[in-house]
T-cell receptor, first 113, second 113 residues
Framework: DGGITQSPKYLFRKEGQNVTLSCEQN?????MYWYRQDPGQGLRLIYY???????QKGDIAEGYSVSREKKESFPLTVTSAQKNPTAFYLC????????????FGPGTRLTVT | GESVGLHLPTLSVQEGDNSIINCAYS??????FIWYKQESGKGPQFIID?????DKRQGQRVTVLLNKTVKHLSLQIAATQPGDSAVYFC????????????FGTGTSLTVIP
């Protein structure tokens, strides 16, 4: 099956710890994205990558980091510098090259206490 | 910044009736729009898209209407079914600014059996 996978579905961490969320796609898409979703708000872009070994900050990149060493993978690290990390995190991908439709993974719900 | 908003945060309809979900956008340069459906605890699913050179597009039981004059987008769902209950987002992108979508806050649709 082709698609985007995110793991784990639920993640719990203590405050002050870094945590890495996984996102993998086998759609052969060039572009990948990380969004944060909070209740009553639209999706907000954290980081995106249009090609391997390149990524750009989105609107709310502070306290997050990413890497794009492989086309299939775009892990997101939530660092201890992120002031309010508890949220639902969504990864997406798109073909790129002028094709904008984004396909989303199932999401990871991160709770930091 | 971009502003994409929905007129109604919640909408309840009887099963079998038609549903209309509205969305306003502020950037007249936006040239591509998508409607997504998100069920509780899951990632958004693509429903239908429309480019700015069109004013109407139809899919299976869904129609998207675009009014560029008033910067308004709507999603019509025909013969609404219980499985249509979800949150619906519109998203817009201005292709000459890169691949960053802006998402509305969402409308929660509840179908009453």
């Amino acid at each position: 099956d082709g698609g985007i996978t995110q793991s784990p579905k639920y993640l719990f961490r203590k405050e002050g710890q870094n945590v890495t969320l996984s996102c993998e796609q086998n759609l052969n898409h060039d572009a990948m994205y990380w969004y944060r979703q909070d209740p009553g708000q639209g999706l907000r872009l954290i980081y995106y990558s249009q090609i391997v070994n390149d990524f750009q900050k989105g609107d709310i990149a502070e306290g997050y980091s990413v890497s794009r060493e492989k086309k299939e993978s775009f892990p997101l690290t939530v660092t201890s510098a992120q002031k309010n990390p508890t949220a639902f995190y969504l990864c997406a991908s798109s073909i790129g090259r002028g094709k904008y439709e984004q396909y989303f993974g199932p999401g990871t719900r991160l709770t930091v206490t | 910044g971009e502003s994409v908003g929905l007129h109604l945060p919640t909408l309840s309809v009887q099963e079998g009736d038609n549903s209309i979900i509205n969305c306003a956008y502020s950037n007249s340069a936006s040239d591509y729009f998508i409607w997504y459906k998100q069920e509780s605890g899951k990632g958004p699913q693509f429903i239908i898209d429309i480019r700015s050179n069109m004013d109407k597009r139809q899919g299976q039981r869904v129609t998207v209407l675009l009014n560029k004059t008033v910067k308004h987008l709507s999603l019509q769902i025909a013969a609404t079914q219980p499985g249509d209950s979800a949150v619906y987002f519109c998203a817009e992108i201005t292709s000459n600014t890169g691949n960053q979508f802006y998402f509305g806050t969402g409308t929660s649709l509840t179908v009453i059996p």
